[in-house]
């Protein structure tokens, strides 16, 4: 599961952007009323879940004590795709202390497939409907994976990691990746600023070599993890998980990371976040993912 879940705070973040040279009226903003917030995936191998929540006020108090009031509960959740219906069920999860709630399948097996399209179908309890479409493409396979010293000091512990593929001349394809570092979760990685996604537009049918940059965690608010965005340590062990996604789970994502980006930067243009949900605000998000070197086994950095 990813480490930040809350989608509903980028939405929030996208109407308070203020440009130099004009004043927005915020009047009224308080008293809208809540709306549904979808966050959901599936993944080859990995069973879907779906995260639901209301948005919360800008002008509220949002606490740890009040936290769980914005998840909806009690709803009716089904994926369809591959000549199967996985029907998800709601379980509370202890997260980092916190109460989450979370729909999940019963069946552990009820996993997602390569090459298949996945509907998600949600009714509230008031009868309101959310649909959505996204897609598990083919998983996107890297030639080799090494590292290079950043300088030749052999006082220096920083390195940068890079890896090489090929990518289909036949295809537009868009990208998002992750990097896992020693006993750290999957962190959305860091392509430009907090940039997690990209597209072959300027590698399309070329082998390539690209740099790995660090994963960025969205929820530690301090500076330490930006001292060396771009390099990691001898010693390390890293894992890379590299996937493609449709267009939409693209545009969701280029845009929900530039708004995070843009969070009290006054010289920010306004930014909004391009939902692929129907009836609700989020993402359904289908990723062909796959890991270097492994899913179990990351790759070593002597020291």
């Not at 897609?135 to 030749?152: F, K």
């Not at 062909?288 to 002597?302: D, E, H, L």
Request: aromatic residues 14%; contains cysteine.
């Amino acid at each position: 599961m990813p480490k930040y879940f809350l989608l509903l705070l980028l939405f929030l973040i996208t109407i308070v952007f203020f440009a130099c040279e004009k004043n927005y009226d915020l009047s009224g903003v308080s008293s809208l009323p809540a709306q549904p917030v979808v966050e959901g995936y599936i993944e080859n191998g990995v069973p879907p879940y779906v995260i639901l929540t209301n948005t919360f006020s800008l002008f509220g108090n949002l606490t740890l004590a009040n936290v769980s009031n914005i998840f909806i509960h009690d709803a009716t959740v089904t994926v369809t795709g591959g000549g199967q219906t996985f029907n998800l069920q709601e379980q509370k999860i202890i997260y980092n202390g916190n109460s989450i709630y979370v729909y999940l399948p019963n069946n552990v097996n009820d996993t997602g497939k390569i090459n298949t399209a996945y509907d998600l179908n949600i009714t509230l309890k008031d009868g309101s409907k959310i649909t959505a479409h996204t897609s598990i493409l083919t998983p996107p396979l890297i030639d080799s994976l090494w590292y290079a010293n950043r300088s030749a000091s052999s006082t220096d512990s920083l390195v940068r990691l890079y890896f090489k593929r090929h990518d289909n001349a036949a295809t537009k394809d868009f990208y998002r990746y992750f990097t896992k570092t020693n006993s750290q979760q999957f962190l959305p990685g860091n392509v430009q600023g907090l940039i997690s996604v990209f597209n072959d537009e300027y590698i399309n049918g070329d082998t390539y070599t690209w740099p790995i940059n660090r994963g960025i965690d969205r929820n530690d608010t301090s500076a330490n993890q930006f001292k060396h965005p771009f390099y990691f340590m001898k010693g390390d062990t890293v894992t890379i998980k590299l996937c493609a996604i449709d267009y939409n789970v693209y545009d969701f994502w280029l845009t929900a990371d530039n708004a995070y980006g843009n969070t009290g930067n006054p010289f920010a243009a306004p930014s909004n976040v391009k939902s692929n949900v129907n009836g609700a605000l989020g993402v359904w998000c289908g990723y062909a993912a796959f890991y270097m070197p492994s899913k179990t086994k990351g790759f070593v950095i002597p020291k």
